[in-house]
């Protein structure tokens, strides 16, 4: 090795014992991170004093909670329904006509709910739509602390969306039952269910209204009455109660108004004073006997109450009265009144449903009735609903005889024309006379009261319209903002009244 290769090497061994020595120092004050003292985490709360009514309010839900959750049960139905999965619809939602879905064939479906325990023998209450569709041997019910049985479907009823099924069980915790009569806007209430799948699930809210009308399925005879609550409700959670602070079960969760299917703040919930006469006939029988009046009704609105002559918008509206019905036999009419029953003051068609819904056949119902300007005391009894009845008359043979040209006439007040009727249309609609509506020009003050081409006016002002020179001469007679109440019959036979002000 030349002596310049030995200079070279020891310059490198130099170099490298220099920079080892150079690292060695730069990294010599580097802590360790896992030998280092713990972080040592506040726990003092930041409020020492909790507000008094803030712990109560919190306290009272957990106590809800564990009170209530215990005779909460998860109900599984296997069945079959019509739609496009096989999912079993969990809970009605509306979106109204443009969110309708089309008919579908019946197809193998699985779904879920809620329920809860009304006795310590095993009966359950729930939603009539969660298990409508049940397959025998087709409910599964798990208790909140897993044990799990097959329920027997005990009874149903439609109308009011209410079923009882019972496991065969003893000493189960009982919900108590509390009095939606008392029940209030903006007080404080708990839904307890499954939702979506998630078991023993609680939500608070308030009562946001009472008394909806959200007639989901378009039922005529469903009693339409929900309380409605912002507390959270999803598909899942029907059958499950709601609870008042008490811990007392004040409704049964059913419904939600939404665009999605899911928690948009809308839920409704059946009132329990409803729904336990509904559940007490059902394990007594297993099955519904309801009584009727045998009326179509109708809130009161201000055009209606000043053209009928009440004071104020108040009552329910007789639309129709069933040929012998319950109301025919009692003397009721259309264009009558309903202000109280059995003294309760009515001012919606659902309360006079609920307070009659929970009667039975025979029962009597007293009624005061305001006609032609005075009250009048009046006795219902009660009969069932025939289910073969027809609303429309039957209808006679075609006059092929000789035919004239019908008088016709449209006016601008009321905006709508009419023709006086021929021989064949008067035996079409059933009726001695009347006029035909030819024409309603849109969003006008008739078309917004309802009424349609196609119809039949057989009254005005509870005056009976022989043709077109009969209603002429009323209308003529009426000034700019007079009330004009007509009485008008559909080609399938139902009646109803339009109240219109003249423009």
Same mark, same amino acid.
């Given at each position: 090795m030349s002596k310049k290769s030995i200079i070279a090497a020891a310059f490198l061994v130099m170099f490298a014992v220099a920079f080892g020595g150079i690292l060695i120092a730069s990294f010599s004050g580097i802590k360790s991170i896992v030998a280092n003292t713990p972080i040592d985490f506040k726990t003092n709360p930041p409020i020492q004093s909790v507000n008094p009514t803030l712990k109560g309010l919190n306290d009272g839900f957990v106590e809800i909670s564990k009170a209530v959750t215990p005779t909460v049960v998860n109900i599984e139905v296997t069945g079959s329904s019509k739609g496009e999965t096989n999912q079993a619809p969990e809970m009605p939602f509306f979106f109204g006509p443009e969110g309708q879905m089309p008919n579908q064939e019946e197809m193998p479906s699985k779904g879920s709910g809620t329920g809860f325990i009304i006795s310590a023998d095993g009966y359950i209450m729930t939603n009539n739509h969660v298990v409508k569709n049940a397959? @025998?041997?087709?409910?599964?019910?798990?208790?909140?602390?897993?044990?799990?049985?097959?329920?027997?479907?005990?009874?149903?009823?439609?109308?009011? $969306?209410?079923?009882?099924?019972? =496991?065969?069980?003893?000493?189960?915790?009982?919900?108590?039952? /509390?009095?939606? $009569?008392?029940? #209030?806007?903006?007080?404080?209430?708990?839904? +307890?269910?499954?939702?979506?799948?998630?078991?023993?699930?609680?939500?608070?809210?308030?009562?946001?209204?009472?008394? &909806?009308?959200?007639? =989901?399925?378009?039922?005529?005879?469903?009693?339409?009455? %929900? =309380?409605?609550?912002?507390?959270?409700?999803?598909?899942?959670?029907? /059958?499950?109660?709601?609870?008042d602070i008490s811990g007392s079960v004040i409704g049964i969760n059913s419904a939600i108004k939404s665009q999605s299917g899911y928690y948009q703040g809308y839920g409704f919930a059946i009132p329990i004073n409803l729904a336990r006469s509904v559940a007490t006939e059902l394990i007594k029988s297993g099955k519904i006997s309801r009584g009727y009046i045998g009326v179509s009704i109708k809130d009161v609105d201000t055009k209606e109450a000043k053209g009928l002559g009440l004071d104020r918008a108040r009552g329910v509206l007789v639309q129709d009265v069933l040929k012998g019905g319950a109301g025919e036999d009692a003397g009721l009419k259309v264009g009558d009144v309903i202000l109280t029953v059995d003294g309760k003051e009515v001012n919606a068609s659902n309360q006079l449903q609920t307070i009659i819904g929970q009667k039975t056949p025979g029962d009597k119902a007293d009624l005061k009735v305001f006609r032609d300007g005075k009250e009048m005391d009046m006795v219902v009894t009660l009969k069932a609903r025939d289910e073969n009845q027809n609303a429309a008359s039957n209808l006679p043979p075609t006059d092929q005889g000789q035919k004239s040209e019908p008088t016709?006439?449209?006016? #601008?007040?009321?905006? %709508?024309?009419?023709? !006086?009727?021929?021989?064949?249309? *008067?035996?079409? %609609? !059933?009726? $001695?006379?009347?006029?035909?509506?030819?024409?309603?020009?849109? %969003?006008? @003050?008739?078309?917004?009261?309802?009424?349609?081409?196609?119809?039949?006016? +057989?009254?005005?002002?509870?005056?009976?319209?022989s043709g077109v020179n009969d209603? @002429?001469?009323?209308?003529?007679?009426?000034?700019?903002?007079? +009330?004009?109440?007509?009485?008008? *019959?559909?080609? @399938?036979?139902?009646? &109803?009244?339009?109240?219109?002000?003249?423009?």
């Open positions: 397959n @025998e041997n087709g409910i599964k019910v798990q208790l909140n602390d897993k044990r799990e049985y097959t329920a027997k479907l005990i009874g149903t009823d439609p109308n009011t $969306d209410v079923a009882v099924i019972k =496991i065969d069980a003893t000493d189960l915790p009982v919900a108590s039952v /509390g009095n939606s $009569d008392n029940v #209030e806007v903006g007080q404080w209430v708990v839904a +307890i269910g499954n939702p979506l799948q998630l078991n023993s699930t609680v939500t608070a809210g308030i009562v946001s209204a009472l008394g &909806r009308n959200i007639n =989901i399925d378009g039922n005529s005879y469903a009693i339409n009455n %929900f =309380i409605q609550t912002d507390a959270a409700i999803n598909p899942g959670n029907s /059958g499950g109660p709601l609870v016709s006439k449209s006016f #601008e007040k009321t905006g %709508f024309g009419v023709a !006086d009727l021929s021989s064949a249309q *008067k035996q079409k %609609f !059933d009726v $001695d006379g009347g006029v035909y509506v030819t024409s309603v020009k849109r %969003f006008s @003050e008739s078309f917004d009261r309802g009424l349609r081409e196609g119809l039949v006016i +057989i009254e005005a002002d509870k005056k009976t319209i209603l @002429e001469s009323m209308i003529n007679s009426k000034s700019k903002g007079d +009330i004009l109440v007509l009485k008008v *019959k559909a080609p @399938e036979g139902q009646v &109803r009244l339009v109240a219109i002000e003249v423009q």
